[in-house]
């Protein structure tokens, strides 16, 4: 999911855009706060943020291929439950 500003160029734009938010293919939201560490969510305080990032940093690291080997398992199952 990716969050983007558009400025519309006339009425038939946002028509458009509305069309598309009633089958769900995006939802637009009426006032977004670009300065929020992270979109889309709630935002976070400076000092969430400081504390996620001192968490982070405090905990140990998995290498690339760990990573992709627990990836691959979980989407297994997730596949798996889907069906």
């Known amino acids: 999911m990716q969050t983007i500003t558009v400025e519309l160029t006339g009425q038939n734009s946002l028509k458009a855009l509305q069309d598309l938010e009633h089958k769900h293919l995006i939802r637009i ?23 996620w990032v001192e968490y982070t940093e405090n905990n140990p690291t998995v290498s690339l291929t760990e990573a992709r080997q627990k990836w691959a398992t979980q989407k297994k199952k997730l596949q798996k439950l889907i069906r």
């Open 29 to 51: 939201v009426k006032e977004a706060d670009l300065n929020s560490y992270s979109l889309p969510g709630e935002p976070i305080s400076e000092k969430d943020f400081k504390n």
